[in-house]
């Protein structure tokens, strides 16, 4: 018995340790701070912008890295009065998406092909008349409907100053036009101070609650028709337009514009410089026998070819890059422009 009994206190001793530590352990779990569940990491919204010539292959490619596609376009009319019908194409490649389980939502431009640009007299037709503003919006809804979209995504560009107003009235409308699941979302042109935003017509806070989605069209820095040659868009101009409009939209409301093509600067006189795929800059550059510089602060590649031709183009490095900045600055997502052009999106 007695040789016995220093074993049995040493046990309970060390049982009575041990007691002791995992309560102190389970304090210490319990006092650390928990992140609210909106807080935690999540993988970020993709939107992939398509045309309706867009192939079936492609977006079957992508649809991994994507969540929605959004399909160009249900014009507006000239008058700003309509919304007119989304073409067969359009319909296919909403379609087509649906079928890879993603969202799909169905995009309202003022492109012009008369114009080959964006028409702002249509746009200050439609924002300036109550009446047309309503219109088209009960008109955006019954497409939706009829072609099971997921909602609207609303593309007017080179809208004016005064017509702010009617920007938001316009996106109320739709959301009031459409069921609560329907969503809302709006590509506004990328700028780096709040007065500028205003002069395009952003009135952003008023915006950002209006909507789902801002998707910051953070691309066209530079290009060959209103620039010399630079970055489609630099990773530091990006940052400083995106902190701009996080003053006055949630960043969970916020998605950065991703450029998936790049622009060529001629250098012989009279010739105009045009849009290239990633693909295709990859190709002349290795046709003419040099190698491409990344620039690493830009976040985009560019080179000069021997007709001395500066190319400068945005490609899935890039994407990159700009799923970093997202994450880094807790955005809502990505949208890129576009699928079909751009290369194809990491998994």
Do not use: C
Request: proline share 6%.
């Amino acid at each position: 018995m007695t040789g016995r009994r220093p074993t049995a206190l040493a046990r309970g001793a060390l049982a009575l340790v041990l007691a002791l530590v995992l309560a102190l352990v389970l304090a210490l779990v319990l006092a650390l701070p928990v992140a609210p569940a909106s807080a935690r990491a999540e993988e970020p919204e993709v939107t992939g912008y398509a045309l309706g010539s867009l192939a079936a292959r492609v977006v079957a490619r992508d649809a991994d890295a994507l969540t929605t596609v959004t399909v160009a376009a249900a014009p507006l009319s000239a008058d700003g009065r309509r919304a007119l019908r989304p073409p067969a194409d359009v319909l296919r490649v909403g379609r087509v998406a649906r079928r890879h389980g993603l969202r799909t939502e169905l995009l309202l431009s003022n492109y012009s092909n008369r114009l080959e640009d964006f028409d702002p007299r249509a746009a200050h037709r439609l924002l300036s008349d109550p009446r047309s503003v309503r219109r088209v919006a009960r008109q955006l809804a019954a497409h939706v409907a009829d072609g099971r979209w997921d909602g609207v995504n609303v593309d007017l560009e080179l809208v004016r100053r005064g017509d702010a107003d009617g920007l938001v009235d316009l996106v109320e409308a739709l959301q009031d036009a459409m069921p609560a699941e329907r969503t809302v979302t709006i590509d506004i042109s990328a700028s780096t101070s709040l007065p500028s935003y205003r002069d395009r017509g952003y009135a952003l806070a008023r915006l950002g609650r209006a909507v789902d989605a801002v998707q910051l069209m953070a691309y066209d820095q530079h290009g060959p028709t209103w620039s010399g040659p630079g970055p489609v868009g630099d990773l530091r101009w990006q940052r400083d337009a995106v902190e701009t409009v996080l003053r006055r939209v949630p960043a969970g409301k916020v998605d950065l514009g991703v450029a998936g093509y790049g622009y060529t600067w001629p250098a012989a006189p009279g010739r105009t410089g045009h849009t290239v795929t990633p693909a295709r800059a990859r190709l002349l550059v290795e046709r003419a026998g040099i190698d491409p510089v990344w620039h690493a602060r830009s976040g985009e590649w560019s080179a000069r070819l021997p007709s001395g031709t500066v190319l400068w183009w945005s490609d899935a490095r890039s994407y990159d890059r700009r799923v970093d900045l997202a994450e880094e600055l807790d955005l809502r997502g990505l949208a890129v422009w576009r699928l079909g052009s751009a290369d194809p999106l990491p998994r």
